[in-house]
Nanobody, 125 residues
């Protein structure tokens, strides 16, 4: 199990940028996948992006070309760089880790074992 703590959220105007961080309590280099999800008010939890142990990444169509997921294993930190933000990006953002078998990435929230408490992103028009 790994504890995850997100930070970096806040209010921003449309077209602006934010960089979210997710600090892990231990190295996540052994986790097969790290991911970002979000939940907007009144909506279901939505997958945003993931990064596999080997470094391959994938993004939801709604954020492709605007968001970038990355990680710094030396700092035990996962990042989400968000550019050209839109009001529809307003949500609570969560990081998640996959630690059980079988390894790999998926877009369903139930695939992931450990979650942070979230950080709020609010984009105004």
């Amino acid at each position: 199990q790994v504890q995850l703590v997100e930070s970096g959220g806040g209010p921003v105007q449309a077209g602006g940028s934010l960089k979210l961080s997710c600090l892990a309590s231990r190295s996540t280099s052994g986790n097969s996948c790290m991911a970002w999800f979000r939940r907007a008010p009144g909506k279901e939890r939505e997958w945003v992006a993931f990064i596999a142990r080997g470094g391959s990444t994938n993004y939801a169509d709604s954020v492709k070309g605007r968001f970038t997921i990355s990680q710094d294993n030396a700092k035990n930190t996962l990042y989400l760089q968000m550019n050209n933000l839109k009001p529809e990006d307003t949500a609570m953002y969560y990081c998640a880790a996959r630690s059980s078998w079988p390894p790999g990435c998926a877009t369903g929230w139930s695939w992931y074992n450990d979650w942070g408490q979230g950080t709020q992103v609010t984009v105004s028009s």
